[in-house]
């Protein structure tokens, strides 16, 4: 596709389930960056890959989140036992090349819910 | 820890009038960007500003970078309800990761 492309855009679910987000970066970008977004605020780095290695998860609030690039395309953020406070936006963006400064392109983002 | 602050957090102007959002920072920065982003939507980059200094315009929106690139402003002439929307500012660090402001939420009545 044309752009950063995220699924579901919606996920509502039960505090303890295990969810997955899928990201599907544009063509050939080889950094892949995932941050979350609570209500009113702006975006928070989780974590960043460059193809297939992931170079920094500072950014992870815990170890019930994880994140995985297997093939150097597609990535997948799991957050594990889910807490409410997991409730927010979860963004992925992906730019052309590994060096700073370069444009990220973002998707649309996951509304995840946690009741 | 590097962090960015932007203010106003919301401004709500009559169409027509100018503003300034401001995106300030104890940090040094090698480049800050500007985005907009509308609800339901990732945020789309508007500009990147890299040299102290620096100033750039696109149509209404003039954007400059501190001498220090420690800080930013937008500022938009003559605002028109298109323009609403949230502002965000993002340096880009040593790493490849933007830190982002908190965000200026615009909005423009007819």
């Known amino acids: 596709g044309a752009g950063v492309s995220q699924s579901p855009r919606y996920k509502v679910a039960k505090r303890g389930q295990d969810v997955a987000l899928r990201c599907d970066p544009i063509?050939?970008?080889?950094?892949l960056f995932w941050y979350q977004q609570a209500l009113g605020q702006g975006p928070e780095f989780l974590t960043y890959?460059?193809?297939?290695?992931?170079?920094?998860k500072s950014g992870l609030p815990s170890d019930r989140f994880f994140a995985e690039r297997p093939e150097g395309s597609v990535s997948t953020l799991k957050i594990q036992r889910t807490q409410q406070e997991d409730s927010a936006v979860y963004l992925c963006?992906?730019?052309?090349?590994?060096?700073?400064?370069?444009?990220?392109?973002f998707g649309d983002g996951t509304r995840l819910s946690i009741l | 820890t590097q962090l960015l602050e932007q203010s106003p957090q919301f401004l709500s102007i009559q169409e027509g009038e100018n503003l300034t959002v401001y995106c300030n920072s104890s940090?040094?920065?090698?480049?800050l960007q500007w985005y907009r982003q509308e609800p339901g939507e990732g945020p789309v980059l508007l500009v990147t500003?890299?040299?102290?200094?620096e100033v750039k315009k696109l149509k209404r929106l003039t954007f400059q970078f501190g001498d220090a690139r420690k800080d930013s402003s937008l500022h938009i002439t003559a605002a028109q309800p298109g323009d609403t929307g949230l502002y965000l500012c993002?340096?880009?660090?040593?790493?490849?990761?933007?830190?982002f402001g908190q965000g200026t939420r615009l909005t423009i009545n007819p």
């Open positions: 963006a992906s730019s052309f090349g590994a060096r700073g400064n370069q444009p990220q392109h």
């Open positions: 063509s050939g970008h080889v950094s």
């Open positions: 890959f460059q193809n297939e290695a992931q170079l920094d």
């Open positions: 940090s040094v920065f090698s480049s």
């Open positions: 500003v890299v040299t102290g200094g």
């Open positions: 993002a340096g880009v660090g040593g790493a490849q990761k933007l830190v």
